[in-house]
């Protein structure tokens, strides 16, 4: 392909707004006549989520077959951006084969409740963790040549209402925890595209802000790639042009071109905004196009053993009792439908078609295990209640054999994209079971599968629990690998487990109402929340557990003294002190001594994985910068340091510092906000139940609506959940919330804005229909016979639609 900027010289107005705007679901736009080739971006990222066009159904039924590594929940666990560098590559090569140009992913947003149905696609509550991992990520891939899309651009920790909702943050909170993540993964890797969320961002719009898109995102941080629209997230396609977005996906079907052109004829938007996105556009489709290689050969069962051994560095123990490894001359009862169906993904557009499953009873019983079987549950979630026969059946295995292993945790209904958890527990037919099974035999360890948090009432009933995460298509040969031994486990929480959901920061705030979700909470989020308010939890952030031991000593800090502009590099040395090799996570946080502002009790800025064999030591040696000490000052809009004494903690865990050591950190002055009168309860107060005037004062301005102007008439920009305000809107509502069933498919019914159901389907929706919907929502006339008229075309583009998606 020629030089872009060549090739925009040649182009009008209304081919360079054509390439703002997709081809279809998958493709960006190719033109002939300038030698542009069409590039394909495909889901993933933990595999591959390309649609199988020789196949019918959408791609979430229907896409080619491939490798399956954990989701980044459990990724996450590893602490190991090499070993995501590793993973990247091997999906860059899968992307290679399959001649896509970008895989959609990594997913970074921050865990701000155990409840969000995505976090199985996420990496961590803490943005440090998530941002180097993701680095480590996109830099395997885009090594490859294939293109990465950081995703989703920002503040989009919930599902319920994610396509609507106005995320309602103070600026301390976006830039400490919901951004940092991707400021580092920006620097860092340089991601060829970042996508927006579809949620607002104190009300604007994901791909309408300008503060989040241009003022940070290009303008600080110095991204140059192609800001994408999430699929659907555009809402007015100028102003998200003009505020940064360069690329609607998926296509509009012309109609987000035609609106830009438009806008340029009236004076609207300047014709250099188009050129800069398309300049873009182009730089991005001729990366891809220089990285493909023709022919391609890539084997996904090549990857394997690399799936296998990825899942074994990630799977957390929890509690073990001296129980594990499992002595293989002992009679193991395996419990639970999850050991031979292994849970080892999420729903939604991440699901990938795996080329083979293993699973952790014939992966145990192929180590020479001598083990027995029962089900122990029914699978659905309509079986989730408790079934007394299968339980008593498992109790009475358990009582004739030497150990028993429950698999138990989440099943398939409960993490989806597209909705939310309702509660933290898992199904009541598991927590049943693992009591009986306990009762019956006090050998019982439990697997857990499951992608985020769950309470755990019978936690001191059992002897070991193997937290296995969403282990990927070979996370039954990893979990057999650490029940048996061959691998010593060295994966820790990249979350906190709390103890109930009643325990967590947000859990008077989350999810929200109709029309905003607000952070109160702010920056307390994870440890930073259970930590300042001395909550007993059930594992903490950081914690994981080996079959072997560590020891920390010699820690050492290069100045006792420093400026705000120097760095602080420290040092400690980690040995294993037990009889087998294994790999510690080794933790470095920072603590602020005393501040004007409030501030966590400590904050994680570094950490390092050390691989050590028995008896080895090594020494640590881990940088700090200004970064590490400062704040997010909005009296200045900008990272202050304040002057003053900071400790450096080393620890295993949040929970468990090893090392402490103390420096003096001096500081420029500047202004710094000061909240002790005007929102005290940050500083020591309850931030579950944050007052209103004091999260003004953080917030900085007066609330804005929760719900919407009940006489307002309903839009394009509603959905069927926000029409309830009108008669029409709630009948209808209730009669979609019965014929359409719960789940993915009701949530995508019920929140989708309409302005989505004309764009996503390319059209076949068409505008009159959907203003023909609000009028028989709102109750006015001829409502009804604008939206048949517009049947016929409809039903003849469906066809077509659905072999695209
Ligand atoms: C999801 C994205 C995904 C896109 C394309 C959206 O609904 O939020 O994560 O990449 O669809 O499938």
Redesign the pocket.
């Known amino acids: 392909m020629n030089d872009p900027r060549e090739i925009l010289a040649q182009m009008t107005l209304e081919e360079k707004a054509a390439l703002c705007d997709g081809r279809d679901f998958w493709h960006l736009k190719g033109m002939d006549k300038y030698g542009i080739p069409e590039i394909m971006v495909c889901?993933g990222p933990h595999g591959l989520r390309k649609k199988d066009y020789e196949k019918t159904g959408s791609s979430l039924t229907a896409s080619v077959g491939s490798i399956c590594f954990p989701t980044a929940a459990t990724t996450a666990a590893s602490w190991d951006p090499d070993m995501l560098t590793e993973m990247g590559k091997a999906l860059g090569k899968k992307c290679l084969k399959e001649k896509v140009g970008v895989l959609?992913g990594p997913?970074i947003n921050m865990k701000r409740s155990p409840l969000c149905g995505r976090n199985f696609e996420y990496f961590s509550e803490d943005p440090v963790l998530a941002g180097e991992l993701a680095a480590g990520f996109i830099n395997g891939v885009q090594s490859m040549g294939v293109g990465t899309s950081l995703?989703?651009f920002c503040v989009n920790s919930q599902e319920t209402r994610r396509m609507t909702v106005s995320e309602v943050v103070d600026e301390r909170a976006l830039r400490e925890i919901y951004l940092t993540a991707f400021e580092i993964a920006v620097k860092k890797a340089k991601p060829w595209t970042v996508?927006n969320s579809y949620n607002r961002i104190n009300e604007v719009h994901g791909s309408e802000n300008k503060h989040t898109q241009i003022e940070i995102l290009r303008n600080e941080w110095g991204f140059d790639g192609v800001v994408v629209s999430?699929?659907g997230a555009v809402n007015n396609r100028p102003l998200g042009l003009k505020n940064g977005n360069d690329l609607e996906m998926p296509s509009s079907a012309g109609s987000g071109t035609a609106k830009i052109v438009a806008a340029v004829q009236s004076g609207e938007l300047d014709e250099s905004v188009v050129d800069e996105r398309a300049l873009n556009v182009l730089k991005l489709i001729k990366k891809a196009a220089d990285g493909a290689v023709d022919n391609y050969e890539y084997n996904d069962l090549d990857d394997q053993q690399l799936a296998r051994e990825i899942a074994g560095k990630c799977m957390v123990l929890l509690k073990n009792e001296g129980i594990l490894p499992l002595a293989k001359d002992k009679k193991i009862a395996i419990i639970g439908d999850m050991a031979k169906n292994p849970r080892y993904q999420g729903a939604g557009?991440s699901q990938i078609n795996p080329t083979r499953i293993d699973n952790a009873f014939d992966e145990l019983a192929a180590l020479g295990f001598n083990l027995e079987y029962a089900p122990g549950y029914e699978r659905s979630i309509k079986k989730a209640k408790k079934n007394p026969p299968l339980i008593k059946a498992a109790a009475e295995l358990a009582a004739q054999c030497d150990i028993a292993v429950v698999f138990a945790g989440l099943t398939d209904d409960f993490e989806s994209?597209g909705y939310d958890r309702q509660h933290m527990e898992m199904p009541a037919s598991h927590n049943e079971l693992i009591k009986e099974v306990a009762k019956a035999n006090p050998n019982t360890v439990v697997v857990l599968a499951g992608g985020s948090p769950v309470e755990m009432p019978w936690i001191d009933s059992v002897k070991a629990i193997l937290n296995s995460y969403l282990g990927g298509q070979a996370g039954g040969g990893a979990v057999a690998d650490i029940l048996s031994g061959n691998v010593n486990p060295s994966g820790k929480l990249p979350e906190t487990y709390p103890i109930s959901y009643g325990d967590t920061p947000a859990k008077n705030y989350y999810p929200g109402n109709m029309a905003s979700v607000e952070h109160r909470e702010s920056i307390y989020i994870g440890y930073r929340y259970y930590d300042k308010v001395k909550k007993t939890v059930a594992y903490p952030f950081g914690f994981g557990l080996s079959y072997t031991t560590f020891e920390y000593s010699d820690l050492a800090i290069s100045a006792s003294d420093i400026s705000e502009d120097d760095t602080l590099t420290v040092t400690f040395k980690v040995k294993n002190t037990g009889d087998r090799a294994g790999a510690e996570i080794a933790q470095l946080y920072v603590a602020d001594k005393e501040s004007t502002i409030f501030r966590p009790e400590k904050e994680l800025k570094a950490f390092k994985k050390v691989w050590l064999e028995a008896g080895e030591e090594k020494e640590v040696s881990l940088t700090l910068s200004k970064r590490a000490f400062a704040f997010y000052n909005t009296a200045v809009n900008d990272w202050t340091v304040e002057s003053g004494a900071f400790d450096i903690l080393v620890g295993a865990s949040s929970a468990d510092i090893k090392l402490t050591a103390s420096v003096y950190v001096s500081a420029a002055p500047v202004k710094i906000p000061d909240y002790r009168q005007s929102a005290p309860v940050y500083y020591d107060g309850d931030m579950q139940t944050i007052p209103d005037e004091q999260f003004v004062a953080v917030l900085g301005r007066e609330l804005p609506p929760t719900e919407y102007d009940p006489d307002s008439p309903v839009s394009i920009t509603d959905c069927f959940e926000s029409a309830m305000r009108t008669k029409n809107g709630r009948k209808m509502f209730n009669l979609l919330s019965k014929l359409v069933p719960a789940g993915f498919a009701q949530a995508i019914a019920l929140q989708t804005p309409f302005r989505d159901f004309i764009s996503m389907s390319g059209g076949v929706f068409s505008e009159s229909i959907a203003e023909g919907l609000c009028k028989l929502l709102n109750g006015q006339k001829g409502g009804v016979r604008q939206i048949l008229k517009g049947i016929p075309k409809a039903i003849a583009g469906v066809g077509p639609l659905l072999k695209q998606i």
Do not use: N
């Open positions: 889901d959609l997913g995703k989703h996508m999430d699929w557009s994209e």
